[in-house]
């Protein structure tokens, strides 16, 4: 009888071993848990504003072009060669009642840049 409850009491010293080991485990895993859980859904520090940027006042001006400012205009394209040509009013008559247009009193002075492209 005596051997029997040395044996039970082994048993039960291994049991309550083994029992602490898978406590102190389940314990080590709920922190590291706890701990991802912060990482995934915890305050992210990099969109939160400081102190200075919460209170900073808007700038004034609006984003973009200033209306001020005076931009860069047209580009000069006076290094390109120049053609000049003639055009002549292709329908002289009125479309409406048939009778000659009148002749414009001046020239109507335009500009049209084309680029020739040819294979080398």
Known sequence: MKLNAN????????TTLREKRAEKKIEELKSSIRDLK?????KKTE????????????SKK???Q????????RTNRDHLPVRE???????KCCSVCGKERDL?????D???IEIEVSAR
């Open 104 to 108: 414009f009193p001046g020239t109507e």
């Open 62 to 64: 609006p984003r973009g």
């Open 38 to 42: 912060q990482r995934l859904y915890g």
């Open 7 to 14: 044996y039970w009491r082994e048993q039960h010293k291994l």
């Open 85 to 91: 040509e003639a055009v002549d009013v292709a329908n």
């Open 47 to 58: 969109k939160k504003p400081t102190n200075s940027e919460q209170y900073k006042k808007p």
């Open 110 to 112: 335009s500009e049209i």
């Open 66 to 73: 200033q209306k001020v400012s005076k931009g860069h205009g």
